[in-house]
């Protein structure tokens, strides 16, 4: 079969050129990669709705009955909604104070780790001074090491200052962190020295290149720290056993721990309350998942 093609040429008309084998290589390698294209769509789609079943079957079983949700096979669709385990929850325990509480934590670290590691971020990245890259290195050295190992010299040091059953302690402690600074230092290396020394000349200090230069063009790694920091914090429950004894300062964590032993049995009631403990972790991801994958993907061009 004779296959023929058409060849533009700005300086001569059209005409039929013979399409030869390098063609034909071509048009099976596109048919591949868009095979392979559908294959890999196919795997991700596997694997996404795989990851995503455990929060289906928590869902749908927050609405069931206590009887239907450990039944064998699964009952996907319940015969009876119970919508009401949304609004009896409220009254069994104070889960609303517990959703407060984390969320007031939440925010004040988050802002306060992303201040402090911006900050030293910045000193690290754009500033000189001597044993610069030695302090970094062993400050970010400190990733390495277990929190069980220095969980009870921390503990005794918040009991002589008084701060124990308090939300200072929590704050305090986890205020600074080398993650973040590492995070922001890697961004800050991807911004052009010389920004930083045009300011300079102006008569810019550091302070105000910090806040009015570099913060501005580090909005997706300031996203991606924030984002990172608050779903830890609102998902700790080590932290906030170890220092919060009144019912009242209970995080959502403690709470619901705390609700799934006194009420072991109303395992419908037990789904509800994680739904909503995972709904405004969920929220904030889906308010800042770009700046989130963007950050995560320009951090670490440069080291």
């Known amino acids: 079969m004779n296959t023929t093609v058409l060849r533009k040429d700005s300086s001569a008309p059209a005409e039929p050129v013979p399409a030869g084998p390098a063609a034909e290589h071509r048009a099976r390698g596109g048919a591949a990669a868009a095979t392979g294209r559908i294959a890999l769509y196919a795997l ?37 909604f119970k919508w009401g385990n949304f609004t009896s929850i409220w009254t069994r325990v104070p889960f609303a104070a517990y959703l407060g509480n984390s969320f007031f934590l939440s925010v004040v670290i988050t802002f306060l780790q992303v201040l402090t590691g911006s900050f030293a971020a910045y000193g690290f990245a754009k500033m000189r001074f001597p044993g610069r890259d030695l302090l970094f290195t062993g400050y970010i050295a400190t990733i390495a090491v277990p929190w069980q190992a220095y969980m009870v010299p921390q503990y005794v040091i918040m009991q002589k ?30 911004i052009p020295d010389e920004i930083s020394e045009a300011a300079r000349l102006d008569g810019l200090s550091e302070y105000g290149i910090w806040a009015r230069i570099v913060l501005p063009l580090s909005k997706p790694a300031l996203a991606s720290l924030a984002l990172l920091t608050f779903v830890n914090t609102w998902n700790d429950y080590m ?21 799934i032993g006194q009420y072991d049995a109303e395992s419908a009631m037990i789904m ?24 995560i993907a320009t951090t670490g061009v440069k080291g």
């Open 44 to 80: 991700l789609i596997v694997v996404a709705l795989g990851v995503l079943l455990p929060f289906v079957w928590m869902l749908i079983s927050s609405v069931k009955d206590d009887r239907d949700v450990f039944t064998v096979p699964i009952q996907w669709i319940p015969d009876e």
């Open 239 to 259: 932290g906030p056993f170890i220092y919060l004894t009144d019912n009242r300062l209970w995080t959502v964590q403690l709470g619901l721990r705390a609700f």
């Open 272 to 295: 509800t309350g994680s739904v909503l403990s995972v709904v405004p972790v969920l929220a904030v991801f889906l308010l800042g998942q770009r700046y989130f994958v963007r950050g």
């Open 161 to 190: 200052l008084g701060l124990v059953n308090s939300y200072t302690s929590l704050i305090l402690l986890q205020a600074f962190g080398a993650f973040g600074v590492f995070l922001m230092r890697q961004f800050y290396l991807t």
